[in-house]
């Protein structure tokens, strides 16, 4: 499975950026999808979960009420909606896909900076 992300940029506090991971292979349908995020200085952190059938999210405390996790899967395509972007929102953003419990996979990561 191979994972790669797009969308990310320069914004503005208070803007909105929405992130694309797009991924190869047939497993995507049946894969669990996740968003992570790391700031320069910090461990990486869990930001949005989609289960297979999209039906199931979970978001971490910081991000809930503005971002949004969405799967396609015929597009296998993960998407993040990012509203309300804080400074403290700067960070590489990583798409994984997790199959089976047992096969974790990560794109290279997209740079999003929030400033003015």
């Known amino acids: 499975v191979q994972l790669v992300e797009s969308g990310g940029g320069l914004v503005q506090p208070g803007g909105s950026l929405r992130l694309s991971c797009a991924a190869s292979?047939?497993?995507?349908?049946?894969?669990?999808m996740n968003w992570y995020r790391q700031a320069p200085g910090k461990e990486r952190e869990f930001i949005a979960q989609i289960r297979s059938a999209g039906a199931s999210t979970k978001y971490a405390d910081s991000v809930k009420g503005r971002f949004t996790i969405s799967r396609d899967n015929a597009k296998n395509t993960v998407y993040l909606q990012m509203n309300s972007l804080k400074s403290e929102d700067t960070a590489v953003y990583y798409c994984n896909a997790f199959l089976l419990g047992l096969y974790s996979y990560w794109g290279q990561g997209t740079q999003v900076t929030v400033s003015s």
């Open positions: 292979g047939s497993t995507f349908s049946r894969s669990t």
